[in-house]
T-cell receptor, first 114, second 111 residues
Framework: DAGITQSPRHKVTETGTPVTLRCHQT?????MYWYRQDPGHGLRLIHY???????DKGEVSDGYSVSRSKTEDFLLTLESATSSQTSVYFC?????????????FGSGTRLTVV | KQEVTQIPAALSVPEGENLVLNCSFT??????LQWFRQDPGKGLTSLLL?????REQTSGRLNASLDKSSGRSTLYIAASQPGDSATYLC??????????FGTGTRLTIIP
């Protein structure tokens, strides 16, 4: 299985503070993603990356930024956390094998903004 | 707009029964479809991946089918067990660099 870890697993932060979540993969997969999961909305894409320093926005990107300076790490930053960003955040990688595009997810980060 | 829908949102069945979970999508030009399982408070576990050229995939008691022309996929679970209780998510790769998810079906197997 592709190794993918997220840190931290849980975080409580105050409104207005910046927060950075980390996603780390142990293999050199090109595509990495950040999703958030909320009741009634399912999983929604925040940002994704298709290579080092190559990123693009998803459907719910406002208030978030990302960076990918190394293939193995994809960082998600909440520039100024708000209560509406309380959610569970999942990182994913796309495994490209013989044109089979399967996805593997991390265990998630539960973020609470108070 | 490319969308994925899962109905019903919740389903309860007695242990031992066979059951079918449904997934529908709006665009038949898909690359693949993936079924995931999610236990409460946990991450997503991939169950089955069906390529657009395939009609079905099987893993143990699970069988997933794909009908692109009608925009539908089903996940069949045979001889259900209490350990099958979880939320099942359907996700479609439309080839636009991202995975689009349904909102899931919460399955409860009654002992």
């Amino acid at each position: 299985d592709a190794g993918i870890t997220q840190s931290p697993r849980h975080k409580v932060t105050e409104t207005g503070t910046p927060v950075t979540l980390r996603c780390h993969q142990t293999e050199n997969h090109r595509y990495m993603y950040w999703y958030r999961q909320d009741p009634g909305h399912g999983l929604r894409l925040i940002h994704y990356s298709y290579g080092v320093k190559d990123t693009d926005k998803g459907e719910v990107s406002d208030g978030y930024s990302v960076s990918r300076s190394k293939t193995e790490d994809f960082l998600l930053t909440l520039e100024s956390a708000t209560s509406s960003q309380t959610s569970v955040y999942f990182c994913a990688i796309r495994i490209d094998s013989n044109s089979n595009y399967g996805y593997t997810f991390g265990s998630g980060t539960r973020l609470t903004v108070v | 707009k490319q969308e994925v829908t899962q109905i019903p949102a919740a389903l309860s069945v007695p242990e031992g029964e066979n059951l079918v979970l449904n997934c529908s999508f709006t665009d038949s030009a898909i690359y693949n479809l993936q079924w995931f399982r999610q236990d409460p408070g946990k991450g997503l576990t991939s169950l089955l991946l069906i390529q657009s050229s395939q009609r079905e995939q099987t893993s143990g008691r699970l069988n997933a089918s794909l009908d692109k022309s009608s925009g539908r996929s089903t996940l069949y679970i045979a001889a259900s067990q209490p350990g099958d209780s979880a939320t099942y998510l359907c996700a479609v790769y439309f080839g636009n660099e991202k995975l689009t998810f349904g909102t899931g079906t919460r399955l409860t197997i009654i002992p």
